[in-house]
């Protein structure tokens, strides 16, 4: 089904990108992928659509079983959007601005925490790994799911400095929030994702380790792109 070896037999190559929510990771894969004309995967959109559709069919976040069988059922059937196929359907839907939600974000997170569906996710993320090559982004990309990547990129920003950042994204997307809350979303997040015991969101012990707290995107870019020429 995937091609995670080329035809050659070698490994098809990864690059990962992880990091707390508002560390850029979306932006600069997104970038990243499109200057190397390589497949991206944003893994994030994965946790949050089954979190999504267990909203939906009412099926509660702590229902292990049924969430293996949602989150197995969404793998056989979904597709992540494309560059030519951008929008986010799910049953007929575009749900892309639903699923950029903070209560979106923090029922993905608590399914998130429980290993099965972690690991009912883990060959649907595996099956991205395309020739001529992944960028995926993600909070375990570098630790877990794609462990002998070429390049682990960690990505990471002062907790005031990423709320801001996430403030100002859903804005621009007409989604309205209050800072205070949004900062207190966040934090409650990252302890939930840092201190998970399944995969918690961690630097891969070869990780490059880059804080933009102080920083444009453009330049996280270049530091980037400088380890990337490192070792492609
Ligand atoms: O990256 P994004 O904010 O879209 O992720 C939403 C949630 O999904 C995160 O807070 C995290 O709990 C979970 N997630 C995860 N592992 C990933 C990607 C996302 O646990 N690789």
Redesign the pocket.
């Known amino acids: 089904m995937h091609a995670s070896r080329n035809q050659s037999g070698a490994a098809v190559p990864v690059i990962t990108v ?1 990091g707390p ?1 508002g560390s850029g ?2 932006t600069i894969s997104q970038c990243l992928a499109e200057k190397l004309g390589w497949h991206h995967l ?7 659509l089954l979190a999504y559709a267990a909203l939906q069919q009412a099926v509660p976040l702590d229902d292990v079983d049924a969430l293996v069988q949602l989150a197995t059922r969404l793998s056989e059937t979904y597709q992540l959007p494309t560059r030519e196929h951008p929008a986010i359907m799910l049953g007929g839907e575009d749900v892309g601005l639903a699923l950029r939600t903070e209560s979106c ?1 923090e029922a ?2 608590k399914t ?2 429980l290993p099965e569906v ?1 690991q009912a996710l883990l060959a649907w ?1 595996r099956h991205y790994r395309r020739v001529p090559g992944l960028i995926a ?5 570098g630790t877990t ?1 794609f462990p002998d990547a070429t390049l682990k990129i960690y990505l990471t920003a002062r907790p005031e400095v990423r709320a801001e950042r996430r403030y100002n994204q859903l804005k621009n997307k007409g989604i309205v929030v209050d800072l205070g809350d949004l900062v207190r979303e966040v934090e409650a ?1 990252d302890l ?2 840092s201190s998970r015991k399944a ?1 918690p ?1 961690m630097p891969a012990e070869d990780a490059v380790i880059l804080d933009n707290s102080d920083q444009d995107e453009s330049r996280t870019l270049e530091q980037v792109l400088q380890a990337v020429h490192d070792v492609l």
């Open positions: 992880d929510s990771k979306g944003d893994s994030g959109a994965l946790y949050r974000a993905a997170s998130a925490a972690r993320q982004d993600g909070r375990d990309m799911v997040r939930r994702d995969s969101l």
